[in-house]
């Protein structure tokens, strides 16, 4: 059974702080993604990363970048975090596609969101 | 910019009917088209997906159909039961191998209330 976790289910933050959020999956997947889900907005892609040390913007990366130091883990990091970042953020991973594509047509799996509010 | 709609926003099914959710995609290089199903508080799942080489799947009483000519596809739930009750997003994603051009984009959701 796939399992992805987040370091924290709720954040409270000031504006101008660094925020670190952390994924971990357990299942050995070459792809991360990190979305954030907004009320009548749907789920957005941040960045997402096909293999260690390898981001790729999504469709609104702006305020955000991302690390992949290992495999296992992707983090999300909000250098300065503003009140329009208040959101709830979900991470997902996905193993290697055999298309080769670098967004993998496979089932993305979940993490449980950390619901993020900035003050 | 690309992008995906969805239809409706809300939807009210009685119990034992069936639900059909629109989407509608611009990007005619998408090619994998998943449709996920959140329940309140939880994580979104995926229920069911169709690649472009096929018109339509199918999975108990799930089903999705595509039609790339008129670039929408839909998700169709019979005999709903109250479990199915949450919010379904569709996606739509591609990728280009020239440019290397990743994208996968999701709709806006569609709250599906299922009545006893």
């Known amino acids: 059974d796939v399992k992805v976790t987040q370091s924290s289910r709720y954040l409270v933050k000031r504006t101008g702080e660094k925020v670190f959020l952390e994924c971990v999956q357990d299942m050995d997947h070459e792809n991360m993604f990190w979305y954030r889900q907004d009320p009548g907005l749907g789920l957005r892609l941040i960045y997402f990363?096909?293999?260690?040390?390898?981001?790729e913007k999504g469709d609104i990366p702006e305020g955000y970048s991302v690390s992949r130091e290992k495999k296992e883990r992707f983090s999300l990091i909000l250098e300065s975090a503003s009140t329009n970042q208040t959101s709830m953020y979900l991470c997902?991973?996905?193993?290697?596609?055999?298309?080769?594509?670098?967004?993998?047509?496979?089932?993305?799996?979940f993490g449980p969101g950390t619901r993020l509010l900035v003050l | 910019g690309e992008n995906v709609e969805q239809h409706p926003s809300t939807l009210s099914v009685q119990e034992g009917d069936s639900a059909v959710i629109k989407c509608t995609y611009s990007d005619s290089a998408s090619n994998y088209f998943p449709w996920y199903k959140q329940e309140l508080g939880k994580r979104p799942q995926l229920i069911i997906d169709?690649?472009?080489?096929?018109g339509e799947k199918k999975d108990q009483r799930i089903a999705v159909t595509l039609n790339k000519t008129a670039k929408h596809f839909s998700l169709h739930i019979t005999e709903t039961q109250p479990e199915d009750s949450a919010v379904y997003f569709c996606a739509a994603s591609s990728f280009n191998w020239v440019n290397r051009d990743d994208k996968i984009i999701f709709g806006k959701g569609t709250r599906l209330h299922i009545l006893p």
């Open positions: 990363s096909y293999d260690v040390k390898m981001k």
């Open positions: 169709i690649r472009s080489n096929v």
């Open positions: 997902a991973s996905s193993p290697e596609s055999s298309g080769g594509a670098k967004i993998p047509q496979e089932t993305q799996y």
